[in-house]
């Protein structure tokens, strides 16, 4: 079945860099990749979702990367704000269910 | 803005006590999906159901957990007998079809069991 390694586990930026988290999955066959944040004691939200028939995809300060060739993804986020303090989950899947990642922990510092 | 609802949204047990979990995933909505929440585990995924038959539970404990849809708004999650080790905050979840789409969380039940 699926398997989705997600890195870093945690991750401090300051406010107004970058911030970056990155997965790979193992199942050739999926095709479908969401990212969720999950701010503390709420629900996870999706935030942005990419299919394998694109490459690159961006929503204002957000942006997914896939190479499907190697098999990962990634979440970019500019500008980071402190609003974008949560957890971070990456997500795989094709015809079973989403396979998530451990998720990561961002925080980001006045 | 048509949202996953679970109730209840917190619940305190015994350990030996029956707990039951309910979700009403969206309208038109034919997949659902249990999750359990640990800082150790991250997000499990328990069992889902598409047009309200199980299609898969086998990441449940199958002796004192089981989960019905005994209609296509309402989704049920036991527990019975409780345990400690049961303690985590346990998501349903719904979306249009099993893979390849979004799924939609609810709120979730946070659930302490003494």
């Known amino acids: 079945g699926e398997n989705v390694e997600q890195h870093p586990s945690t991750l401090s930026v300051q406010e107004g860099d970058s911030a970056v988290i990155k997965c790979t999955y193992s199942?050739?066959?999926?095709?479908?990749f969401p990212w969720y944040k999950q701010e503390l004691g709420k629900r996870p939200q999706l935030i942005i979702d990419?299919?394998?028939?694109?490459g690159e995809k961006k929503d204002q300060r957000i942006a997914v990367t896939l190479n499907k060739t190697a098999k990962h993804f990634s979440l970019h986020i500019t500008e980071t704000q402190p609003e974008d303090s949560a957890v971070y989950f990456c997500a795989a899947s094709g015809n079973t269910p989403l396979v998530f990642g451990k998720g990561t922990r961002l925080s980001v510092i006045a | 803005d048509a949202r996953v609802t679970q109730t209840p949204r917190d619940k305190v047990t015994e350990m030996g006590q029956e707990v039951t979990m309910r979700c009403q995933p969206i309208?038109?909505?034919?997949?659902v999906f249990w999750y359990r929440q640990t800082m150790m585990q991250g997000l499990e995924l328990l069992a889902y159901?598409?047009?309200?038959?199980?299609?898969?539970d086998s990441g449940m404990p199958k002796d004192r957990f089981s989960a019905e849809m005994p209609d296509a708004t309402l989704a049920t999650l036991k527990i019975q007998p409780s345990e400690p080790r049961d303690s985590a905050v346990y998501f349903c979840?719904?979306?249009?079809?099993?893979?390849?789409?979004?799924?939609?969380f609810g709120p979730g039940t946070r659930l302490l069991v003494l």
């Open positions: 979840a719904s979306g249009r079809t099993v893979g390849e789409e979004t799924q939609y």
């Open positions: 159901f598409r047009n309200r038959a199980p299609l898969d």
């Open positions: 309208l038109g909505h034919n997949t």
């Open positions: 990419i299919r394998s028939n694109v």
């Open positions: 199942d050739s066959a999926s095709n479908y």
